[in-house]
């Protein structure tokens, strides 16, 4: 990789290659953010087609400044930085087909799953790139405009929303009409994070009456801010949260009480959303067989933590499934099904995030920036994340 770009009269170059994961019809950088690049002394080259699935033609790109490449390959060639979706991690299917292309020094920005798939990371950090994983964004403020995380979470919280009106066999709003009072549609939503919130706005702007349950109180008045009723358990939740804000993994018991208690409101709900999920582990299990049988048919469940195995013990990756008359969708990358938007909002992130990163044209990776820091992965051929280093201490110790 160019070391001084600006020195020697060259630019920083972002390859933008084309999504390769079955279905995945986003693209990492949308025209709207290639002029600010080229401002901050970048060049932009996209792989041709990149952006068709997501309604952005090559032509937009040439039209805003960027140059298109014949291939992939091409675009890895070229590219200094390359900016992904779905990286090889987060791409569990043809993501190991990109380690091939890549080359030592190069820079390497998207969704990588560190925490679940550790072994891509190893993977890319033998082919000595600088991998950055957007996932492990700080929470902080000024990350903010660079949260992809959140970003995609707020897609799949309102596109549950819609799959689930459109599965239902009844109205979400409540309607007064010559042929009688429709009551509106009762919404539980299981998870009280960025998508889970969302899901709650979604419903309430049909017209549902929305619920909302989360192992973190803090959340209660967010979700009651956005008109829905938080829904209280009677259990010891001091730990129900870590130093970035995410929910920690309970024990066992809290879970078997969790659902026991929460049996009664999903039998009460005609629509479930279910969002939990912890970082680096399998979803926590929050629906049984059994209560999905109390549901009313016609009932849906919409699981968006279906790719993490799901909240749902009926839940099947990836499918569609009818059990106890309960429609229940176990649809994985919820966010490729609104491409354009989603484009966008995480173009924003990806360009927010290299701006911090790249300083006239160079690379400047000041690892007393918390943002840098907290995302990097892999450099000079070393896995260097604190909590990936950790997980494989650990690791070790079990197998020894």
């Known amino acids: 990789m160019r070391t001084e770009p600006a020195a020697r009269g060259e630019v920083m170059i972002i390859g933008v290659p084309k999504e390769s994961f079955p279905g995945e019809r986003r693209v990492a950088l949308a025209p709207l953010s290639v002029p600010t690049l080229i401002k901050a002394k970048c060049d932009v080259i996209v792989e041709t087609g990149a952006g068709s699935a997501a309604y952005f033609p090559d032509a937009v790109y040439v039209e805003k400044g960027a140059k298109i490449a014949a291939s992939r390959d091409e ?4 590219a200094d930085v390359v900016v992904q979706v779905l990286c090889h991690g987060a791409n569990d299917r043809t993501g190991r087909e990109d380690l091939p292309l890549m ?24 082919r000595n790139v600088t991998a950055f994983a957007v996932e492990l964004m700080p929470r902080i403020t000024r990350a903010q405009n660079m949260d992809a995380l959140s970003a995609m979470a707020t897609v799949c919280g309102y596109k549950a929303v819609l799959l689930a009106a459109a599965a239902l066999p009844r109205f979400f709003p409540m309607l007064t009409t010559a042929a009688g009072t429709v009551t509106p549609a009762r919404v539980l939503v299981l998870g009280a994070g960025v998508a889970g919130l969302q899901a709650v706005a979604t419903a309430r702007r049909l017209g549902a009456v929305a619920s909302a349950y989360d192992v973190r109180p803090a959340v209660k008045e967010q979700v009651q801010s956005l008109g829905g009723r938080f829904l209280e358990l009677p259990l010891d939740t001091d730990q129900a949260q870590d130093a970035r804000g995410y929910a920690r993994a309970q024990d066992e018991a809290f879970l ?13 709900s005609e629509v479930v959303i279910t969002t939990a999920t912890v970082p680096g582990r399998r979803a926590p299990l929050l629906v049984t067989s059994e209560m999905v049988a109390r549901m009313a048919p016609g009932s849906v469940i919409v699981d968006l933590a279906a790719e993490r195995g799901g909240n749902c013990e009926l839940t099947r990756r990836n499918e569609t499934t009818i059990e106890h008359g309960v429609t229940i969708f176990g649809y994985i990358n919820v966010a490729s099904t609104v491409p354009y938007h989603a484009s966008q909002m995480y173009s924003r992130n990806i360009t927010a995030f290299l701006l911090n990163l ?10 007393q920036d918390e943002i840098t820091r907290g995302t990097l992965v892999a450099r000079d051929g070393k896995v260097v994340h604190p909590l990936l280093i950790q997980n494989q201490g650990e690791g070790l110790s079990r197998v020894a």
């Open 75 to 78: 675009v890895f060639k070229a």
């Open 103 to 126: 080359r030592p020094g190069q820079v390497l920005i998207g969704f990588l799953r560190p925490l679940g798939s550790p072994q891509s990371v190893d993977e890319i950090a033998a």
């Open 256 to 268: 078997l009480r969790q659902r026991e208690l929460l049996g009664r409101a999903i039998a009460e």
């Open 358 to 367: 790249i300083k006239e044209g160079k690379l400047n990776l000041d690892m």
